[in-house]
């Protein structure tokens, strides 16, 4: 399988920027990264996903590394509705395979 | 658009019941999911659905049927529920574009079996 690492929890501040990394030492060449998050008693949502270039969306930007073994999810401005539990998910075919991912909390 | 709706929403049952959990899109959605989620772990999956009438075992299927008669609705069911199936489930429905769709969540069904 397709793995990914993250750590457990992070911490920021509303207003600021956040930096969520992820490694994927194992990712092969089609696979997509994609990030998901799950908001407390609420099932995941979609984020963002990319497979080799930057991305932006209205929610957070993706960085990719040039050798594709780790990735940055970035919340450009944090807000109290922000936290919840980040996944980084290499997409294996139709099936995400999902880690413990990060637990982000943002304090006013 | 509803999106994904589960029904449910709780459920308790005693260890040996039956009964069958609903999700249904309203999306068009060829792909549908079912996972299971414990405390403080990610979600697991325990079947899917490429189109209507077909399924398939995920990565946790054992002690769980499910059906797809309808294109809109998965069916997950527990013929004799057991403890270990305490969990909270979740039903997502995605289209037919692999390695980029998005997957859809429902609001997840919590079900505790005594």
């Known amino acids: 399988d397709a793995k990914t690492t993250q750590p457990n929890s992070m911490e920021s501040n509303e207003e600021e920027p956040v930096h969520l990394p992820c490694n994927h030492s194992t990712i092969s060449g089609t696979d997509y990264i994609h990030w998901y998050r799950q908001l407390p008693s609420q099932g995941p949502e979609y984020v963002i996903h990319g497979l080799t270039s930057n991305v932006n969306n209205r929610m957070a930007s993706l960085a990719i590394a040039e050798d594709r073994k780790s990735s940055t999810l970035i919340l450009h401005r944090a807000t109290l509705r922000d936290a919840a539990v980040y996944y980084c998910?290499?997409?294996?075919?139709?099936?995400?395979?999902f880690g413990k991912g990060t637990t982000l909390s943002v304090s006013s | 658009n509803a999106g994904v709706t589960q029904t449910p929403k709780f459920r308790v049952l005693k260890t040996g019941q039956s009964m069958t959990l609903l999700c249904a899109q309203d999306?068009?959605?060829?792909?549908m999911y079912w996972y299971r989620q414990d405390p403080g772990m990610g979600l697991r999956l325990i079947h899917y659905s490429v189109g209507e009438g077909t399924t398939a075992k995920g990565e946790v299927p054992d002690g769980y049927n499910v059906s797809r008669l309808k294109k809109q609705n998965f069916l997950l069911g527990l013929e004799s529920a057991a403890p270990s199936q305490t969990s909270v489930y979740f039903c997502a429905s995605s289209t037919l574009r692999e390695y980029t769709d998005t997957q859809y969540f429902g609001p997840g069904t919590r079900l505790t079996v005594l």
């Open positions: 999306m068009n959605h060829e792909y």
């Open positions: 998910i290499l997409l294996v075919g139709t099936a995400l395979i």
